[in-house]
């Protein structure tokens, strides 16, 4: 046993990390965060709160699945995992549809309106939905490395889910904030115009790219 730990926190930051590459764990907090003009640390705490959701829905999962069977696990959470582009397409259209409909609103009347702004704002409501988006959307691969260091002990155990948490997140707002950058660049009256139908479009195409690459 004394070699295995080590070799399962190697195994946890690379798994951690290189499933976080998948263009739905970055692509729509750029994309957000250029559309709705978050600041870096908002968007990395955006990042980072969805991330933590992310993880630890997908280890709680997994400490169920020790204690009633990993099949149980496996079953669920593929169910869950097939289904999360399409949950992803879901957001990006409905948030789309809202931008092409803010923007129908300041070309008829010139500006937007002040009811339209405060009640339909969906600044707070989006990150909710990102949150819950991301929780519903288990990682398996973590399922593996829970029941190899189970027998370890509770304390290693824990070290090692931490260690894919931070690897998790960290990728995730690795990319994010570059992407962001990278998007702030891109600059025009459009941007203004059609920034939230863009960014609602771009994460559709995400959730389906997702989807049909079973990523």
Same mark, same amino acid.
Request: with cysteine.
């Given at each position: ?9 190697? %195994?946890?930051? !690379? ?13 729509? /907090?750029?994309?957000?965060? &250029? ?10 705490? $955006? +990042? ?27 079953? /669920? ?13 879901? /957001? ?10 803010? +923007? %129908?609103? &300041? ?18 409501? !989006?990150? &909710?939905?990102? /949150? ?10 973590? $399922? ?16 090692? $889910? ?8 960290? +990728? ?20 203004? &115009?059609?920034?939230?139908? +863009? ?17």
């Amino acid at each position: 046993m004394s070699g295995l730990f080590p070799t399962l926190v190697a %195994a946890a930051m !690379t798994v951690g990390s290189l499933h976080s590459l998948a263009p739905d764990h970055w692509v729509p /907090f750029a994309a957000l965060a &250029r559309a709705q003009g978050w600041p870096a640390g908002r968007t990395a705490r $955006v +990042t980072f709160l969805c991330g933590f959701g992310h993880v630890t829905v997908s280890v709680l999962l997994g400490l169920l699945g020790l204690l009633f069977g990993r099949e149980m696990f496996y079953s /669920f959470g593929h169910h869950m995992e097939s289904i999360a582009g399409a949950l992803l397409v879901v /957001f990006g259209l409905v948030y789309g549809i809202w931008g092409l409909r803010g +923007t %129908a609103g &300041r070309h008829i009347h010139g500006h937007a309106h002040a009811h339209y702004d405060h009640v339909h704002d969906p600044g707070a409501m !989006t990150v &909710r939905g990102l /949150f819950l988006l991301f929780c519903a959307d288990p990682c398996v691969a973590v $399922v593996p490395l829970l029941f190899a260091a189970a027998p370890l002990g509770a304390l290693q155990t824990t070290v090692l $889910v931490g260690l894919y948490e931070l690897a998790t997140i960290v +990728t995730m707002v690795g990319l994010v904030l570059p992407a962001r950058a990278g998007a702030h660049l891109v600059r025009g009256a459009w941007v203004v &115009r059609y920034g939230d139908a +863009t960014a609602g479009g771009l994460i559709a195409l995400t959730g389906v790219v997702v989807g049909v690459l079973g990523w």
